[in-house]
């Protein structure tokens, strides 16, 4: 099966970048296994939109179950170069997520995505935020400081989005220690936001990869204490993709070509019981999809979110919204609205 892809020269060029950044990030993780892990690599995994006619994808997983409880490394462009009445030409995106097997190193989520209009208009989504399950001062203040050296004058822009769009009310705290976000970022000049988010990308990995091998060096006493924060913190990191996340919730509203892929972010396992602890917290009718997810989960306490709970999921998402379509305006807060269902409509 062939993918067929966009050829107007922005999704071209957007395209060319997302895989680009793909194999730079997937060789730099690839060389920590080597180096703290089983030396097993990421694994390419396919699929196809529309079986290729309107594009699809690679993801790359992690194989490697010593020194990564789940990693994913997302490249997709979903167009409509046949279908001349659709507004959108292509949506381009790299989507990466890195949790570390080791509790004292960050998770890490980056997005740098293009949407490509027919009628020639576009922009640019990007955003990155460090994820730690148990936090140290140190990794986030490198964090923070990569991404203003990056984005000098995007920062306080960005840093503010991201804190008002990582923010959980329901449990009244962020999911992560640090957040950039900028949406519908569009300077009028393709070539140097092509440029910018090409930078950002590729200090944001380093800064990350930097991180990452010091705490891994470094931190090497684990206790089964550290592993019940591991566990409690992703959990909440799963609470909010699933209840918060409107790119991950678009992304099953538009199609379900590629629901292992759109849920590739969450942990290998979440707490059933905390979860349930939480349903008192959330309104009407998230209070329901709370009751979807828990309900879409195995039995027991600790529970393993495999490929099957994943689709599972992902299908309680799917029907909560087509019956509560208003319930998105409950989601994660952004500054700019982006029509990202309507775009492919």
Known sequence: MERLYSETPESVNARALAENLQRYFVTRLDALSQIFGSDTPFEAVEWFRDEGRHGGGVRYEARDDTLYNRASVNVSQVHYSDLPDKKLDAATAISAIVHPANPHAPSMHMHVSRTQMRDGGGYWRIMADLNPSLPYGEDQQRFIDALAFVAPHQFDEG???????????????????????????????????????????????????????DALMRRTEISDEDRVFQLGYHTLYLFQVLTLDRGTTAGLLIHDENDLGIMGSLPSHADRTLLESWMERMVPPQDALLRAIIDALPDGEVVEVDAETKLRLAEALRRHYKAHPDALNLQAKSPVAAPTVENHR
């Open 159 to 213: 840093a503010e989005a991201g804190d008002r769009y990582f923010y959980i009310p329901a449990l009244e705290r962020h999911r992560g220690v640090a957040h950039f976000y900028l949406e519908r970022y569009d300077t009028g000049d393709f070539d140097e936001d092509y440029a910018f988010a090409k930078r950002f990308a590729e200090h944001v990995i380093e800064a990350y990869i930097s991180i990452v091998s």
